[in-house]
């Protein structure tokens, strides 16, 4: 029974469409709405999530082939970063307690936007539940547990989901024009490192957006159409440099391999437009839903979403984030090759995701410059880090997987050694002081407002 109930909470709270309809429903039942306006903002924000996880879906699927092509074409092997995948290995001995943190860690994160001046309640919840099993996985491995793992585990992640987007917030301020939302995405460090070299090198560069064609190549300027050429450019050349028999035997089922790559470029493309869509049917009926919590529950809180929310603002930093970051991501696997270190292959998902909203962050603070010079660094970034994060996360590090992003690899990183070196004391002892520390900040931001 226990253990059906805790499969329940963790099929609830780790699809964020639900998590969104929640939230909706909370906030407009809160404002007293007529219950014909909750059922409609109810509806069409779980619809507009669900809308942004088909088109994410779309793209990973049409991004699948592009990466055993890009291992074929250049016979390469290593460890794949793949958040998805790594999560699936470590829930299988560790899903109870990564069930338990993320649910303390969710109550964690909302108790810290309610008592300090870190305002942000974090809504992706397939985020949340990865950060929860790395966490989990990581203070197991270091031999605590009991209550201990889970307090130290909840802390840890409540920390992480309202520390993170407000790291971010300065920037998300310069993408929307407002500070209605917030970024809630564990790639936050690409993104903040993507926007402090913008501001740094982008001076007078002009914007992503503002790129001017020649009058007979004025359909470019649609970005659906743009991302369908340019990738079927990239997925044709891909191809033959795998092989035609290759893409045939393994991937096409028989089709043409350059029939095969130019539909899966043309699906990458749709996959976009269809994230695009939905984000944009979220933001008009989230963050006036989400009044009512910050009203009544939560004062002055942000909803924090996935990275997509950016994605409208700068569709072709979008696009050129993830050229870019890939490429960041070959130039750091040949180094890591060369230098006799575990080989990280640039994971085409990741470098997607993460790469484009870094092209949208360095677009935000230095245009065209900042998004092609910051997006590259986050390519060179997710490949280093995984290579830190091996070694603290024990046998899952033998799976030819791991965790992706940078956030999850800081994390890791640093709650590792800390349990390493100090032990579950030290941990307690550190928590404590972190804890301490958002309260007090809190309370010194709330005494300068009033005064």
Known sequence: MIERMIKLLMDILGQPAVLIAIISLIGLVLQKKPANEIV???TKSFLGFIIISAGAGILVNSLEPFGKMFQAAFHVNGVVPNNEAIVAVALNEYGTVTALIMFFGMLTNILIARFTNLKYIFLTGHHTLYMACLIAVILAVAGLRGPLLIGAGAVSLGLAMSVFPA????????????????FGHFSSIGNVLSALIGKVCGKGSRSTEELRFPKGLGFLRDSSVSIALTMTLLYVLIAVCAGPAFVKEK?????HYLVFSVIQAVTFAAGVFIILTGVRLVLAEIVPAFKGISDKLVPDSKPALDCPIVFPYAPNAVLLGFFCSFIGGIVGMAILGASGLVIILPGVVPHFFTGASAGVFGNATGGLRGAVLGSFVNGLVITFLPVCLLPVIGDLGFHNTTFSDTDFAAIGIILGHIVKFLGSVGVTIGLAIAVLTAILFGMKQKKQKTT
Do not use: C, E, W, Y
Request: aromatic share 4%; no cysteine; hydrophobic share 35%.
């Open 40 to 42: 409609k903002g109810t």
């Open 167 to 182: 790291v971010v917030q300065p920037f998300m301020r310069k993408i929307t024009g407002n500070d209605k939302v917030a």
């Open 251 to 255: 991937l096409s089922h028989g089709t």
